[in-house]
Structure formats: C-alpha cells, structure tokens
C-alpha cells in the first residue's frame, strides 16, 4: 500500500464515519502519525494535502521538524508521553501538545513555552491526556484530577487549553466505553465551548471515535503501513 492509498482510504473512511454520524467530515482532523518514518514520507502526504503530522518523541520531532522546515504550514502534533525534561524541546516546534498529564508538566511547559517566545496574546495549544480507564501501563491524569488539570493548564499564560486526549484500549467496545466516558467528561467540565477538541481514535477504531465526538483522529499505521 502507498501513501497516496493508505491518505486516500482513510479520508474516505472519516468522510463515511461523519456522514454515518451526520456529522460535518471537515469537522474531523486527521493527523497523520509519522513516527518512525523518513522525512520522505512526510513531504508524500504533504504533497497530497496533508499538513498535521503526530510525532511520539520529542528528538524526533525536532530532527523532523528541522528537516522539513521548508513546509511553512505543517502542524506538528506531540503526542506521545512527555517528560518535564524535553518540555522546552517541544515547546520549540509542536503546535500542539496532545499529552499533559500532570499540574507539573503543565507548569514546565507553560515556563518552556514562555521562554520561546509564548505569552502576551500567542499560545502553545495543548490538550489534557486522561486515562480513562486507570490502566496502569498508559499515561494520563484521572477523571478525578481532570479539574485540576484544567485550572493548572488555564493559570499558564503561555498555554492554551483546547481539550482532551485518551489512549483507547485495543479492544473496540472498551475503546468506545473510553471515548463515551472522555466526551462526559467534556460535558461535565464545560463542554466544546470550553475544552473543544476531542483526540481520540486510531487506525483500527476512527469510526467508533467519530461516531463519539472525535475532532481529531490520530492514524498512523493505515497511512503509512506498519512501523
């Protein structure tokens, strides 16, 4: 499968999706999950229409970003777990930061942010990751800590708060318990005026996420094949 194929397949699959949904197809996001992959593969997608790419390590982003510098209107996605320490990296070159999980890491990236230039009216967008479920392998704050989250987010000048982010389990009617359970929380803490976007769903799951709210759909390996 190219990537022209694995671009155009699941395009057609959100457009299906939204319309199954009678939602709007350009109300839904694709970032198209590029870690791993060569550069070349990028400035494929780009050319085809691409422009939000997710990366999951914040050397790779930075290795990636530089060398695709001459793209002026990518978007580059950070969602993989950050640690405090590569906060300042990313804050450099993401757009948004899918994956703040803790009151500390919002106060490290909001610094990180302002110290490149962030602040007085231009803001990092981020979105809060919440682990749904309590699974002990994943990352995430709990719903109980969700409010928290939200005010350590909002008291950061230099970071816009713009939603949520989940990890869905492999299993698809868990991963849809997942999505249901992070759209309720949206509701419960101000609903799309407040936190507007919802990450959620994968290669194997984009249409159980659309059907549950989605605006962003992260898909890697149906894109650009296994890593």
């Given at each position: 499968?190219?990537?022209?194929?694995?671009?155009?397949?699941?395009?057609?699959?959100?457009?299906?999706?939204?319309?199954?949904?009678?939602?709007?197809?350009?109300?839904?996001?694709?970032?198209?999950?590029?870690?791993?992959?060569?550069?070349?593969?990028?400035?494929?997608?780009?050319?085809?229409?691409?422009?939000?790419?997710?990366?999951?390590?914040?050397?790779?982003?930075?290795?990636?970003?530089?060398?695709?510098?001459?793209?002026?209107?990518?978007?580059?996605?950070?969602?993989?777990?950050?640690?405090?320490?590569?906060?300042?990296?990313?804050?450099?070159?993401?757009?948004?930061?899918?994956?703040?999980?803790?009151?500390?890491?919002?106060?490290?990236?909001?610094?990180?942010?302002?110290?490149?230039?962030?602040?007085?009216?231009?803001?990092l967008a981020v979105l809060i990751e919440v682990n749904v479920?309590?699974?002990?392998?994943?990352?995430?704050?709990?719903?109980?800590?969700?409010?928290?989250?939200?005010?350590?987010?909002?008291?950061?000048?230099?970071?816009?708060?713009?939603?949520?982010?989940?990890?869905?389990?492999?299993?698809?009617?868990?991963?849809?318990?997942?999505?249901?359970?992070?759209?309720?929380?949206?509701?419960?803490?101000?609903?799309?005026?407040?936190?507007?976007?919802?990450?959620?769903?994968?290669?194997?799951?984009?249409?159980?996420?659309?059907?549950?709210?989605?605006?962003?759909?992260?898909?890697?390996?149906?894109?650009?094949?296994?890593?």
């Amino acid at each position: 499968m190219s990537v022209a194929e694995g671009l155009a397949s699941v395009r057609d699959r959100i457009a299906r999706a939204a319309a199954a949904a009678s939602r709007d197809p350009a109300d839904v996001k694709l970032v198209a999950v590029s870690k791993g992959k060569p550069a070349a593969m990028i400035r494929e997608a780009y050319a085809l229409g691409q422009r939000d790419f997710g990366e999951n390590y914040a050397q790779e982003l930075t290795e990636k970003a530089a060398e695709l510098a001459d793209l002026p209107d990518v978007a580059w996605h950070f969602i993989g777990h950050l640690q405090s320490n590569k906060a300042r990296h990313v804050a450099r070159v993401a757009h948004l930061v899918q994956t703040v999980d803790s009151p500390a890491l919002a106060r490290e990236l909001g610094k990180r942010a302002k110290g490149e230039g962030y602040g007085d009216g231009k803001t990092l967008a981020v979105l809060i990751e919440v682990n749904v479920g309590g699974e002990a392998q994943k990352h995430g704050a709990s719903p109980a800590e969700l409010g928290e989250m939200i005010a350590a987010v909002s008291a950061e000048p230099a970071l816009a708060l713009r939603g949520l982010m989940t990890m869905p389990p492999h299993d698809l009617e868990a991963a849809r318990r997942a999505f249901e359970a992070l759209a309720s929380l949206q509701g419960l803490h101000g609903g799309r005026a407040r936190l507007p976007e919802l990450s959620i769903g994968m290669s194997d799951d984009l249409e159980i996420a659309i059907a549950c709210g989605a605006t962003l759909v992260r898909v890697g390996t149906a894109i650009f094949g296994a890593r």
